[in-house]
């Protein structure tokens, strides 16, 4: 197996994301435009996305990070717009996409064109979330895309099934599709259910964070894969799991949780930026598919699919949003009211990505040459249209929508009143705990513990102070400034020594391991 274009893709696809933060251009834009420029210079392999490595392989890592890092209580009090879009949506676009291509493109059969309308419908709010913190959204529309995103997989998967059978004459019936969908459903649901509890137990009770990380990578396919083999929704199954283990992560050993952020941090940079580049890769490979439909014809029709796709998401996002609020009290009484500029925002960022072009891939060779390879170009040129048109768009249109920006003060100061409870609570426990003759420890240690609570209890209220009128640096600043030149001068000093033979590399591994701790915790205690 020749190893060299797929160290070439990451290392290129991580060189071009990184290169993107110092641009105004969102990674995954810049990644798509890099790919496509790049898959015409001669002597580039040929990247052909495979379903059967996208899908098991890299669906579940990218699924498992961004449930984990969402709020299960946010998303909890989101759910009914999160699965009016999640299900409703995709849905009805399968259905609206495919009825629409059936009317547009001559000779393509029905059930073919509910496939299109099925592989085109989910969004990949991948590229809508990072956008989204880049230009600060209001965490709600944050939280509602970020939900549909981690489930409109599943419902996107499994109507393409149905639609697949009908295409390929396996006599599917709606009936049956819609038993189906439950069945999945359920399924991946109960299978999560199932998981969840003995794999949280697993994490919380291996002493060792080497293997408590192992298993952390595990997890995704483990959940994924059981799901699968019972016909199950791999990915609700994952998600379900990602959600209970993050919901949980508090328990978990503070080693391990700093080893796993670590971790699942490169993992998700490194499948993310592949994957965006991949999605450019594809151009010449569509393009020699592309068969008895080329020239004007073809690009009328990827025209008329896109603009389907982009109007379809308004017609289902404005109704699901404002029509329940005026039908139900229930609803009215419970949940924030929305505003028009929010349902703008999440019509267009309907993004689409890799899981669209992976299942259209996946196609079998049982549906006709012309239909196949027409759906495939149909998807590419969806997914690089939203993503270009929408992508490029998305940032300067929440400008111009001028949300309410974040109220930093009043975070800062919930974060300082939720800090001075909890530095009461371990006083309080502490005085407790000293008051037992076992607990005993001479007055300069004890003072030091009460300065450290001290220390963290002061450290949020300072941020709202002044900056030094000759730096202007915040205390905040400052103090991480000087803490970080203090442990530099410790750190050279052990190396030092280490090069003198005064100790041996083991130890100043040990010692510079306490000090990267340290400097950790007083980046963290500063802000």
Known sequence: MDVMPLLLLVAGSAAVAAAARRTPVPAPLLLVAVGLAVS???GVPSYTLDPHVVLPLLLPPLLYTSASDSSYLDLRAQLRPVALLSVGYVL?????????????????????????GAVVAPPDAVAATAVARRVGLPSRITTILQGESLLNDATAITAYKVALGAAVGEGATWAGGIGEFALAAIGGVGIG???????????THLTEPLLQNTLSLLIPFVAYGVAE???????????VVALYLGHRAWEVD??????????WKMVAFVLESAVFALIGLQLPIVLKRLGEYQGTSAAWYAAAVFLVVVVARFVWVYPATFLPRLLSARIREREENPTWRGAMVMSWAGMRGVVSLAIAFAIPSTM???????????????????????????PPLI?????????????????????????????SRLDELLSDERDTLPPPLADRLRMVLERRRNAVWERLGQVNPITGESVDDTYRRLSREM???????FVRLRDHRYIDDEMLRALLRRLDLEEAAAFREAG
């Open 40 to 42: 015409y210079i001669p």
């Open 92 to 116: 009805f676009a399968t259905f609206v996409v495919g009825w629409a291509a059936y009317l547009i493109v001559p000779g393509l059969p029905l059930p073919a064109a509910l496939v299109l």
């Open 193 to 203: 259910l199932v998981l969840m509890a003995p794999l949280h137990w697993l994490r």
């Open 229 to 239: 083999q019972a016909h199950a929704s791999g990915v609700l199954a994952v998600v």
């Open 254 to 263: 503070f080693a391990t949780r700093l080893q796993e952020e670590a971790v």
């Open 368 to 394: 006709a040459a012309g239909p196949r390879d027409l759906i495939l170009f149909l998807t590419f040129t969806t997914v690089i249209g939203t993503l270009v048109v929408q992508g490029v768009t998305l």
């Open 399 to 427: 400008r111009l929508l001028r949300f309410p920006g974040r109220d930093r003060q009043a975070e800062t100061l919930a974060e300082a009143n939720a800090q001075a409870q909890a530095s009461r609570a371990a006083e």
């Open 487 to 493: 442990i530099s001068v410790e750190r050279e000093v």
